[in-house]
C-alpha cells in the first residue's frame, strides 16, 4: 500500500481496508502511510516473552494482552494516528470485529536498531497524550534496559528504569508484574 502521489494523503478509511489486505503492515500519521520493516529474532523473542507473560499472569482477570497485529489509534491536537505496538493491554470490554483499539491501559515497545529514535520519540509522546494509558514500557532486547513511564495520580508520567534481570515490574494497574527475567528469557545479550 504505497502512496502514488506522495502530496496524497490517504484516508483513514482507505488506510483500515489497505491494512485487511496487505501482507505488510503500515503505519499511519495524518494521512501518511509508513511501512514497517521486520525486526531482528531477539525483537521477536522479548515481546514474545513479555506477552506471554502477560497472558499467563492475566488469565481470569479483566484486562487482555493483544500482540503486535493490534493496531492503537491515537487522537493528536492536528492529525489521528495508528501505531501497531509490539503488546498491549486493554482492560476494557473489546468489540471483536474492530481493526483497532483507542483504549490502551499498557502499552509496550521493543526497540530496534531502525526505530529506536522513533520509538523512543516520536511514539513516546503519542503514546502518553493516550487518557487510557496508565503504563508505557520501552524494552531494549540486546541488553538489560527497561524504561517505564507510569501515570501519576495527578496526570503526569513518572519514569522508571529497570537494569538488573531479578528486577520484576509491579503492573497493578493491571492487577499483575512483569518480571524482567521473564522478558529477557532465551535472548543472548550483546
Known amino acids: 500500500m504505497a502512496l502514488e502521489n506522495k502530496s496524497e494523503l490517504v484516508s483513514i ?8 489486505v496487505s501482507e505488510v503492515k503500515h503505519e499511519y500519521l495524518g494521512g501518511v502511510i509508513h511501512a514497517m520493516a521486520g525486526g531482528k529474532m531477539r525483537h521477536h523473542k522479548a515481546a514474545g516473552n513479555a506477552y506471554s507473560s502477560l497472558h499467563h499472569s492475566l488469565k481470569g482477570k479483566p484486562c487482555q494482552p493483544f500482540n503486535s497485529d493490534t493496531k492503537t489509534r491515537i487522537h493528536l ?18 468489540d471483536e470485529d474492530s481493526l483497532f483499539t483507542d483504549i490502551p491501559t499498557v502499552v509496550i515497545e521493543v526497540l530496534s536498531d531502525s ?5 523512543r520519540g516520536e511514539k513516546r509522546d503519542a503514546y502518553l497524550l493516550v487518557p487510557s494509558l496508565k503504563v508505557l514500557i520501552i524494552i531494549d532486547p540486546s541488553k538489560i534496559c527497561v524504561d ?3 501515570r501519576a495520580p495527578h496526570g503526569a508520567f513518572i519514569p522508571e528504569h529497570y537494569n538488573l534481570m531479578e528486577e520484576v515490574i509491579h503492573l497493578p494497574e493491571i492487577e499483575t508484574s512483569l518480571p524482567v527475567a521473564d522478558i529477557y528469557e532465551g535472548i543472548t545479550l550483546v
Open 13 to 20: 478509511d482507505d488506510y483500515l481496508e489497505g491494512e485487511l
Open 77 to 94: 491536537p492536528n492529525q489521528v494516528r495508528f501505531y501497531y505496538p509490539d503488546v498491549q493491554v486493554i482492560c476494557d470490554p473489546v
Open 115 to 119: 526505530t529506536s529514535r522513533t520509538d
Open 148 to 150: 517505564v513511564d507510569r
